[in-house]
């Protein structure tokens, strides 16, 4: 069966975005990339600052509250109805939630084919990534680099430690079918 999801999983500044831009480069077919900055930036700005939508404490800690809970669970559905529509989805994912968060998203890709993907970055690392952006808040990659993967299940790892995005795109697009 032909691959219609990859869910690519990291911490923050792990390096996910790079390595999703790269695969839409490198796939022969046109996937679209969704992820979690999409939905975060199509909310309300109402929401990106109150105890029911998200807020981004001080430390880097990201609490999700229930309305937030709302739109993601209404947003995953509707990023599964797209693939089932024929559009091949790569999602760009943050699993705050590790094992829980993936079992919501195979709930609603149930039926699908999907490719797995974690990407680790060493947390030091990755908080220098963080420092040099200057668009995050200090402390989310450290924060996230472990919790993420926490009883995640992956068909393929990548880790962008060392490793550039193009070579983790293409160890990827390597398994898509």
């Not at 930036?41 to 800690?61: R, T």
Request: glycine share 10%; hydrophobic share 50%.
């Amino acid at each position: 069966m032909m691959t219609q999801v990859i869910v690519v999983n990291g911490g923050s500044s792990s390096g996910k975005s790079g390595i999703v831009r790269c695969l839409q480069a490198v796939l022969p077919d046109p996937w679209l990339a969704l992820g979690t900055d999409t939905l975060v930036e199509a909310m309300p700005a109402s929401l990106q600052a109150s105890d029911g939508g998200i807020e981004f404490a001080p430390d880097g800690e990201v609490v999700v509250g229930p309305e937030f809970r709302t739109l993601e669970a209404a947003w995953i559905e509707g990023v599964a109805a797209m693939a089932r529509a024929g559009a091949r989805v790569i999602v760009d994912e943050v699993f705050l939630g590790g094992a829980y968060s993936q079992r919501r998203w195979q709930k609603a890709l149930d039926g699908l084919h999907v490719l797995w993907v974690g990407v680790r970055c060493d947390a030091a690392v990755a908080a220098a990534r963080e420092v040099a952006r200057g668009d995050r808040t200090i402390g989310m990659a450290a924060s996230q680099a472990d919790v993420v993967h926490r009883g995640v299940a992956y068909d393929l790892e990548v880790d962008t430690t060392q490793a550039e995005a193009m070579d983790c795109a293409r160890a990827i697009a390597a398994r898509v079918r």
